[in-house]
């Protein structure tokens, strides 16, 4: 029995008292929270086990930041605040990233960390884990709030509830005091103050005039282009989106995680003629995604110069970022989307077919040159015909999640494997971040129940390696494969001063990482042809069990930066 189990027991509370951890778990109930994910320790070790005592899962990981970015993507997948549980100090930080990154994305949910003794903090004398973290985490997230007392417990979480959920989603940080959580209060009066936060995330109606001056601008158009985000994939509006698409004719293009808000193979699809419907289109309506750095911001060569932008996003801030929105309409996607299809009664919305046609034109192009390179026969497998073989496992089921991360992985998976389905492809988002990977799988399989499969490049898996026992802790259906190329981006890059020792992007070309898993019980596989990869993931998908699957790919094949290479700013200087 450890020293804090002995702690909890010998200090049991006389009936009618309960203290701050108990009420933080209560709130936390009453307000619909159904999982926690965390790692705990001083002082937050209790209330992890106060929440499984109350049926509130917790699920404990390796390293916050897989912890939190588990709770971020529940909360992408849910609408309700995913809960990342720290400790102080090292424990926080450790957090933080996948807190900011949350917030960066729009994903709402909320870190609570346990702090240590504000005194001492703030006079700085030392005390165990000692740092002033609210202050540290203001910058990182959407809003900070501190608990001092535990009357004020209910009152905490409904505003971290609130602020992580309403407007544009984000993360949010909850301080808990050690001495907030030890203090007591009379259990009657406890209850009092508890209560269920009413419309956490209210409705935002467009304005009549924003949606007509919208329409009119649609209605104007001759080569219209709709540009799908996350946003509106968070949004849960599939059946309006649908509509509006499908009654227009107006083609789509879907942002990475947008992928599956309507099936790839969709006949209005332009996915697969993305830089010719942004040089063509003439009025793009974004729903729900940003003009950065991801739609090269909305100038440039790769847009048609007098293209006009309809904007639909809760965040009225987020208008003219970038360039002048000619028609913004600030609401939510569900009401704004809504306002659309109702104000189709009255606009008269027509695609031209020629713009359509010569989509389809440009889309049967690129599709052939696609079949070409998938039809690739090289051994080592590049990652076109490794991509081919999960491809042909994946299109014939189509209920599971997809988590991806990498450089070239990313990007050729991106392009590769269709999604069928909204909110199934999870991945490094706004920032391109890596290390996301364990952590939203797991947070997906522990959210859905269902089948996620997790493509990483080798490189990205290492960030969060360690979460494969978790997962074979709860014994997930996650099927782990990672495109080992033996390095950051390909494997063979040269040490420059000509010396022994590898590479800035080298990693080990003969490292099996499909062995990690085996030390847990899991299941492991190693593919070098594209039929062993074809029988590994048939096999490890039909096993609904952790396996891990090590997919040797040519280490000269992958491009430096993935698709991004552009933005080196070494490039300039190479060409
Ligand atoms: P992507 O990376 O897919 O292009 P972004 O994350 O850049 O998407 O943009 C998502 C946008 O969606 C953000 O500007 C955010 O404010 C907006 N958004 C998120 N949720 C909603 C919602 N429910 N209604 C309207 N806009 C939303
Ligand atoms: N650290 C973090 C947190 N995020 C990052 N994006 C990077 C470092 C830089 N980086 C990339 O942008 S991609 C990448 C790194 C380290 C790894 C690419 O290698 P990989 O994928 O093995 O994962 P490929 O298939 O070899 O390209
Ligand atoms: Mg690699």
């Known amino acids: 029995m450890t020293t804090e189990q002995n702690q909890t027991q010998s200090q049991a509370q006389p009936q009618n008292l309960t203290d701050g951890m108990r009420i933080v778990v209560q709130a936390l109930k009453k307000n619909g929270i159904d999982t926690i994910f965390g790692v705990v320790g001083i002082p937050v070790t209790d209330l992890a086990r106060h929440a499984q005592e109350e049926g509130i899962r917790y699920i404990g990981f390796r390293h916050e930041q897989s912890a939190g970015n588990a709770a971020a993507i529940a909360g992408y997948l849910t609408k309700k605040p995913g809960i990342c549980l720290t400790v102080s100090a090292p424990g926080f930080l450790n957090g933080i990233t996948a807190l900011a990154n949350a917030t960066t994305n729009g994903f709402p949910m909320i870190q609570i960390s346990g702090s240590s003794d504000r005194a001492i903090i703030d006079l700085q004398q030392g005390d165990y884990e000692e740092m002033d973290q609210m202050n540290i985490a203001k910058p990182f997230c959407k809003a900070a709030y501190r608990i001092n007392k535990p009357?004020?417990?209910?009152?905490?979480?409904?505003?971290?509830?609130?602020?992580?959920?309403?407007?544009?989603?984000?993360?949010?940080?909850?301080d808990l005091t050690t001495a907030m959580l030890a203090a007591t209060m009379d259990q009657d009066e406890?209850?009092?103050?508890?209560?269920?936060?009413?419309?956490?995330?209210?409705?935002s109606i467009p304005s009549a005039a924003s949606v007509d001056q919208a329409l009119s601008l649609i209605a104007s158009a001759k080569s219209p282009l709709i540009i799908l985000g996350k946003g509106a994939a968070y949004a849960q509006a599939d059946d309006t989106i649908k509509a509006f698409i499908e009654k227009t004719g107006i083609p789509f293009l879907p942002m990475s995680m947008a992928k599956g808000l309507l099936p790839d193979?969709?006949?209005?699809?332009?996915?697969?003629?993305?830089?010719?419907?942004?040089?063509?289109?003439?009025?793009v309506i974004l729903i729900g995604a940003r003009l950065n750095w991801l739609l090269g911001h909305g100038k440039g060569k790769h847009w048609n110069p007098a293209v006009k932008f309809v904007q639909l996003d809760i965040e009225p801030k987020e208008f003219d970022s970038n360039r002048p929105i000619d028609a913004p309409v600030a609401g939510d996607i569900v009401s704004s989307m809504q306002a659309f299809v109702d104000g189709l009664a009255k606009h008269q919305i027509k695609v031209d077919p020629s713009w359509m046609d010569a989509i389809n034109k440009d889309k049967a192009v690129n599709a052939q040159k696609m079949e070409a390179k998938l039809a690739s026969t090289a051994e080592p497998m590049n990652f076109f015909n490794a991509l081919k073989a999960v491809r042909d496992v994946l299109d014939k089921q189509r209920d599971y999640y997809l988590v991806n991360e990498g450089a070239n992985t990313l990007d050729d998976t991106r392009n590769v494997i269709n999604m069928y389905e909204p909110r199934k492809r999870l991945d490094c988002g706004t920032w391109g971040v890596m290390g996301i990977g364990m952590g939203f799988a797991l947070g997906a399989a522990i959210t859905t129940g269902k089948q996620v499969v997790s493509i990483h490049g080798d490189s990205a898996f290492g960030f969060s390696g360690m979460e494969v026992e978790t997962m074979c802790r709860f014994k997930l259906p996650i099927t782990v494969v990672v495109f080992n190329n033996g390095g950051i981006y390909k494997g063979d890059s040269p040490n420059l001063s000509g010396g022994t020792d590898p590479s800035p992007t080298t990693l080990m070309p003969d490292a099996h990482y499909e062995k990690i898993i085996e030390a847990f019980g899991g299941t492991s596989y190693y593919a070098e042809t594209p039929a062993e990869l074809t029988k590994a993931l048939t096999e490890a998908i039909a096993s609904k069990k952790p396996c891990m699957i090590d997919v040797k790919i040519d280490p000269s094949v992958g491009l430096e930066s993935g698709h991004i290479g552009n933005l080196n700013p070494s490039t300039a200087l190479k060409s």
Do not use: C
């Open 265 to 283: 193979d969709h006949p209005q699809s332009a996915a697969a003629a993305r830089g010719f419907v942004m040089k063509g289109a003439d009025v």
């Open 190 to 203: 406890a209850d009092k103050t508890l209560f269920t936060v009413v419309d956490p995330a209210p409705a």
């Open 151 to 174: 009357e004020d417990v209910a009152t905490g979480i409904a505003r971290a509830i609130r602020a992580a959920t309403s407007g544009r989603p984000g993360g949010v940080y909850l």
